[in-house]
């Protein structure tokens, strides 16, 4: 991977763009409590960093948006920042993963980057606080259910619709994560191109 | 949202440790964690507590924080209450012994690595870490994060601009997600152009990242010492378990 001065300034614009959104938005939703909040804001920076693999469509880029971006919340002004920081390089990391797989970007690559790492959203309080933090997969699995149903309005014993309704919904902030950078990447790319024309 | 603001320490007379020396602590502090089994946590705990202490007090601002206390009893209080046999009555709850221990450990734990990221993140500036990730061949995220770093108030003030404009137009009265994409390909849009002109600048300075002088980072004779003494300590605790 040979990235150009103007690959690394891009990089660098597009993880400050995701960071500012972490570091103000994402303070905001948290203190709010809105229900999915981590899946919002996980979805907001897909579709920079994405917008980002559209600019600069080379191996690694995203993955280089998301370490500017978490070394920016590592220095905000917030307090516990290591689950956010391990989010977001894992998320980048993911749809690294799925875009190189998949080839040159194109709208599906997109959709399935973004449906990967928002996956990951759900996945991750198994892995660092059931994992990690030893607390156990499945007492991780019972506050998730429990949170979820709550969320949903449903009953945590109705567990396989809890997560399935989770999952989904999931899912579906990763697809309009993915189309939305596809078609607002395209529509920055022809607002600069009479710039870059004249 | 400035460098100054974005990590607090800069270089200067007045730190006690170096920025490597800063990383051996953060080093420490999460390798250490994770490797100290049982009561061994409280031991890394509780050396994270006297580096910070030692080096980085402005670390221990973080204690006074209730987030940090409500993450501790998120991991305690489960633990306590579900982890194992009752042991003990508490009004109308029935403690374990052993989930109480599983829990304090685990909030031990986190409070090591808290002190420990909250530590380096007051020490040592953003542009230092751009210096060190350079020094270390790292040399393109070195300079994206500078970039980075220096375009943050920029963006910052032309998102503001932006959302400013289309609110008084009336942009979100009306089709609110179209406003929003709206808001999103002005702001990705204004920033490329920015960054059109960093490039530039740079081209026209004959800028190259290979001959490029890496940022400087600051190293104070006791940083070594420590790192050693750090990486021994992780080596014990590593062949214990």
């Known amino acids: 991977m040979r990235l150009s001065t103007r690959d690394l300034v891009y990089i660098g614009v597009f993880g400050a763009l995701w960071g500012v959104v972490e570091m103000t938005f994402g303070s905001l939703l948290h203190a709010l409590n809105v229900p999915f909040s981590g899946a919002v804001l996980t979805g907001i920076g897909m579709t920079i960093a994405l917008i980002g693999r559209l600019f600069v469509p080379k191996r690694g880029s995203v993955l280089l948006i998301g370490l500017v ?3 920016l919340k590592m220095f905000s002004l917030g307090s516990i920042v290591v689950n956010p920081m391990i989010g977001i390089v894992t998320e980048a990391l993911l749809a690294e993963i799925a875009l190189s797989a998949l080839g040159r970007p194109r709208r599906l690559s997109f959709l399935a980057a973004a449906m990967l790492a928002l996956l990951w959203t759900f996945a991750q309080p198994f892995f660092t606080s059931g994992i990690l933090g030893g607390q156990g997969l499945a007492t991780v699995l019972g506050w998730t259910l429990q949170k979820g149903a709550k969320a949903l309005g449903m009953l945590p014993s109705a567990v396989a619709a809890v997560l399935a309704l989770l999952i989904g919904i999931h899912l579906l ?3 309009v994560a993915g189309l939305l950078a596809w078609d607002a990447g395209r ?6 191109q009479p710039a870059e024309k004249a | 949202m400035r460098d100054g603001n974005l990590g607090a320490g800069s270089p200067g007379p007045q730190r006690l440790l170096g920025t490597p020396g800063y990383l051996a602590c953060l080093a420490f502090s999460l390798a250490a964690s994770m490797l100290a089994r049982g009561w061994g946590v409280a031991m890394v705990s509780g050396l994270s507590l006297a580096l910070a202490l030692a080096f980085y007090p402005a670390a221990l601002r ?3 924080k209730g987030r940090l206390w409500l993450l501790v009893a998120v991991l305690v209080v489960p633990a306590s209450l579900l982890g194992g046999p009752p042991a003990w009555a508490l009004g109308p709850l029935a403690l374990s012994q052993p989930g109480l221990a599983t829990g304090l450990q685990m909030g031990l734990r986190a409070l090591a690595i808290v002190v420990g990221v909250a530590g380096f993140a ?3 500036s953003l542009s230092e870490l751009a210096g060190l990730l350079e020094r270390v061949g790292l040399k393109g995220l070195g300079f994206a ?11 910052d003030e032309r998102a503001t601009t932006a959302f400013q404009a289309l609110q008084l137009r009336g942009g979100f009265r009306r089709q609110r997600l179209q406003a929003l994409r709206l808001l999103l390909v002005t702001v990705v849009a204004n920033s490329l152009r920015y960054a059109d002109d960093i490039v530039s600048a740079a081209e026209a300075r004959a800028f190259s990242l290979e001959r490029a002088r890496p940022l400087p980072v600051t190293w104070r004779a006791r940083d070594l010492a420590l790192a050693g003494a750090l990486a021994g300590a992780t080596l014990a605790l590593a062949l214990v378990h």
Do not use: D, E, M
């Open chain 2, 145 to 155: 994060l500078g970039v980075a770093i220096n375009v943050l108030p920029v963006i």
């Open chain 2, 62 to 64: 973080v204690l006074a």
């Open chain 2, 122 to 124: 007051a020490s040592v």
């Open chain 1, 187 to 192: 529509a920055v790319r022809a607002r600069l």
């Open chain 1, 173 to 175: 902030i990763g697809a």
């Open chain 1, 69 to 71: 971006s978490a070394f």
